[in-house]
């Protein structure tokens, strides 16, 4: 028996009332924190609470286990070792594996298995193992969905649309899996714009864990003017490239109590990743710099640099050095920073120059995998946005008298 259109919407009117229960709704205390969470006048307040907590709880855990645990370690007794039994009538073996023989301090050395372990272990682990820690939490209490619903308004501004918080926070941990995680935009506009901000303007959590201890005085500012950058960059992309911006669409789950065992998972799948990336980039990292130094090609870019340094960016012309480790790692080029005799404004030109100078190579190599045309592009804007906005900061530290 064939039935109409209607005859079938009957058929489902009846099948229904047979069958669905309607009772009446209970709120929740859940649900009412869900929407006040939610709500600009009550939300706001709480992301930022939310994510202050998440900083006081990075820079507190990274700084108690770097200065309380790491650094005795290594400075008074992995150093010494190495300084005692490798021998030092190897000369320039003797450089490159451990470093300054008159060093002190792991960070100082600048060796492979001296700094170069220092700041992968020393100093980056902690910063990402508490980075990944919170981020799970908040990922399965199910609170980032709400904090996109309430950017999604300022985010449009820059031609995203709130869901791209989620690679901007994933990016503060590791920018490759941030660039990865582009992927959900839904244009190719979004997609390439988050990706060039990431690339430029988001430091790792690596480099967020070596600023807190090289810089702590100063690291506000450093991101501050990241952040001016991040949003300046975002609103002029979004008037020169074309496309759109769709409206934000996406489920905003309950609350609900994170299952452990998901969260100890999740944090040790993103920690694998990232030190089987980390240590050996690092490494290498020291050992081509040192190479570089032993060659004299650093010098000759230095004197030959030093004007764009000096006169344009106001730091000093060694902070070459630094910017060629910065395409290995940035956190490895911010410790080589903090042995360069400068100004404190200096310092902080320079820890954003390092930020915003080019992508490591593993976010380099990430941003050629989603297209040649998009990477292309990307270094096209970081190299202006690095001429332009690092005179700029110059122009304001001479401005204000520090620079």
């Not at 480099?207 to 500012?221: A, H, K, R, S, Y």
């Not at 030190?275 to 130094?293: H, T």
Request: include cysteine; aromatic fraction near 12%.
């Amino acid at each position: 028996m064939k039935l109409t259109a209607d005859q079938r919407w009957d058929l489902i009117d009846k099948i229904s009332k047979e069958t669905v229960y309607v009772g009446e709704y209970q709120e929740t205390l859940r649900d009412v924190i869900g929407e006040l969470t939610v709500k600009p006048m009550t939300g706001i307040p709480v992301a930022i609470a939310a994510l202050y907590a998440f900083w006081s709880l990075f820079s507190s855990f990274a700084g108690m286990f770097t200065d309380g645990f790491f650094v005795p370690l290594f400075d008074e007794h992995w150093l010494p070792w190495w300084q005692t039994h490798f021998p030092d009538d190897w000369g320039w073996v003797y450089y490159l594996v451990v470093g300054d023989p008159a060093a002190d301090n792991c960070l100082e050395a600048f060796g492979m298995l001296t700094s170069g372990l220092f700041v992968a272990i020393g100093v980056v682990l902690p910063a990402i193992f508490i980075f990944y820690l919170i981020l799970t939490l908040l990922e399965d209490v199910g609170y980032l969905p709400r904090l996109a619903v309430l950017v999604d308004a300022v985010m449009h501004k820059i031609g995203l649309h709130g869901y791209a918080i989620v690679p901007t926070i994933l990016g503060l941990g590791c920018n490759v899996p941030g660039v990865a995680a582009t992927r959900i935009l839904e244009t190719r506009k979004e997609r390439f714009v988050m990706m060039t901000l990431l690339a430029i303007f988001v430091p790792c959590g690596a480099q967020l864990g070596i600023m807190q201890d090289v810089i702590p005085e100063t690291m506000g500012l450093v991101l501050l003017y990241l952040m001016a950058g991040y949003l300046m960059t975002g609103f002029l992309l979004n008037k020169i490239i074309p496309g759109k911006s769709p409206e934000i669409l996406m489920d905003v789950p309950p609350y609900q109590k994170p299952l452990m065992r998901n969260v100890n998972l999740k944090v040790w799948m993103r920690l694998k990743s990232f030190l089987a990336e980390a240590i050996p980039f690092v490494l290498l990292g020291v050992l081509l710099v040192n190479l570089l130094y032993l060659a004299g090609f650093i010098q000759w870019l230095s004197d030959a640099l030093a004007p764009v340094f000096v006169l344009w960016f106001g730091v000093p012309e060694e902070t070459t050095g630094p910017l060629i480790a910065a395409f290995l790692r940035k956190d490895l080029a911010v410790a080589q920073l903090s042995v360069i005799e400068m100004t404190w404004y200096q310092m902080v030109t320079a820890v954003v120059l390092v930020s915003i100078y080019f992508p490591c190579l593993a976010t380099f190599m990430m941003l050629l995998q989603e297209g040649r045309k998009e990477l292309i592009g990307s270094l096209l804007v970081l190299i202006t946005v690095v001429t332009l906005y690092g005179g700029l900061i110059h122009l304001i530290g001479i401005l204000a008298g520090v620079a």
